[in-house]
């Protein structure tokens, strides 16, 4: 109060004098060093809409946080079609974009049913190149899943995303996977070596074939009589009910390498 008594004094003094403009001039940059006025915006710095918030302030936009997911698959597309539909309105995560490497491939037709972009690669480009890096920054992709993707991943994109690619393995992993071991090939192995039960692991991806760290297994019986046609049934099954799920906890951080009693018996 003692300050602003002096200020109408002054002012008064200087509207007397006929130099109210020069006192008015120098009683704003009085009251801006004290911190109640701002030069910039002629408001009172303590109101919250004043512009001088704090230096670094920044704007936060309701998608700040939103983590943008690349699907890679190779054929039909049904495990990337579940988790898409999973994640559909999702808060804070979205399948921005769907990477093929099959012309024609089903997954295609369903990432148009949803709208959402594709990118065709071919091999050249993808091992000895960039691996479609800069299309996939330009996603501001933030994680990939691989989801039926039959290529190895190059060692340029697991560098990129360091503990941010996972894959799911239609097998009890370390049993029955490396190279070659993908689709029916993985069923035929294991009804014939008489396995009594199967499953699918879901695991971060490294530079070597089904060799990353463990997130989640789901099992199931194998019943006499079974064979890789049936088996392969009841693994898409496990796909279907756990992929979308685990894909969600895992890109929101919720578990990194999941403990043993997340470990499904179905």
Not at 69 to 93: D, M, R, T, Y
Not at 220 to 230: A, L, R, S, V, Y
Not at 239 to 260: A, D, G, L, Y
């Given at each position: 109060?003692?300050?602003?008594?002096?200020?109408?004094?002054?002012?008064?003094?200087?509207?007397?004098?006929?130099?109210?403009?020069?006192?008015?001039?120098?009683?704003?940059?009085?009251?801006?060093?004290?911190?109640?006025?701002?030069?910039?915006?002629?408001?009172?710095?303590?109101?919250?809409?004043?512009?001088?918030?704090?230096?670094?302030?920044?704007?936060?936009?309701?998608?700040?946080?939103?983590?943008?997911?690349?699907?890679?698959?190779?054929?039909?597309?049904?495990?990337?079609?579940?988790?898409?539909?999973?994640?559909?309105?999702?808060?804070?995560?979205?399948?921005?974009?769907?990477?093929c490497n099959k012309p024609?491939?089903?997954?295609?037709?369903?990432?148009?049913?949803?709208?959402?972009?594709?990118?065709?690669?071919?091999?050249?480009?993808?091992?000895?190149?960039?691996?479609y890096l800069p299309e996939?920054?330009?996603?501001?992709?933030?994680?990939?899943?691989?989801?039926?993707?039959?290529?190895?991943?190059?060692?340029?994109?697991?560098?990129?995303?360091?503990?941010?690619?996972?894959?799911?393995?239609?097998?009890?992993?370390?049993?029955y996977g490396g190279k070659?071991?993908?689709?029916?090939?993985?069923?035929?192995?294991?009804?014939?070596?008489?396995?009594?039960?199967?499953?699918?692991?879901?695991?971060?991806?490294?530079?070597?074939?089904?060799?990353?760290?463990?997130?989640?297994?789901?099992?199931?019986?194998?019943?006499?009589?079974?064979?890789?046609?049936?088996?392969?049934?009841?693994?898409?099954?496990?796909?279907?009910?756990?992929?979308?799920?685990?894909?969600?906890?895992?890109?929101?951080?919720?578990?990194?390498?999941?403990?043993?009693?997340?470990?499904?018996?179905?």
């Amino acid at each position: 109060m003692l300050v602003f008594g002096y200020q109408a004094i002054l002012l008064t003094y200087g509207f007397l004098l006929g130099q109210w403009a020069f006192f008015w001039k120098y009683e704003k940059k009085l009251l801006n060093k004290l911190g109640v006025w701002s030069l910039e915006s002629g408001v009172n710095d303590s109101t919250p809409n004043s512009k001088l918030q704090t230096p670094n302030s920044k704007l936060q936009t309701p998608n700040s946080q939103l983590t943008h997911i690349a699907i890679f698959a190779s054929g039909a597309g049904s495990n990337a079609e579940k988790i898409i539909a999973h994640l559909k309105n999702h808060s804070s995560i979205k399948v921005s974009l769907i990477v093929c490497n099959k012309p024609g491939a089903g997954v295609l037709g369903i990432a148009a049913a949803n709208q959402i972009p594709t990118l065709l690669i071919e091999k050249e480009r993808f091992f000895r190149g960039d691996a479609y890096l800069p299309e996939l920054r330009s996603r501001e992709i933030g994680f990939v899943v691989l989801a039926g993707f039959l290529w190895k991943v190059p060692d340029a994109l697991v560098a990129a995303y360091p503990n941010k690619i996972i894959n799911i393995h239609p097998a009890l992993l370390p049993k029955y996977g490396g190279k070659g071991m993908y689709g029916m090939h993985v069923h035929e192995a294991v009804i014939a070596a008489g396995e009594k039960e199967s499953g699918i692991t879901i695991h971060y991806v490294n530079e070597h074939f089904d060799e990353g760290a463990p997130i989640f297994q789901a099992t199931c019986p194998i019943e006499p009589g079974d064979t890789p046609e049936k088996l392969a049934e009841k693994i898409h099954v496990l796909e279907h009910r756990h992929f979308p799920e685990v894909v969600e906890r895992v890109v929101n951080r919720e578990s990194s390498i999941v403990s043993r009693e997340y470990k499904a018996q179905d």
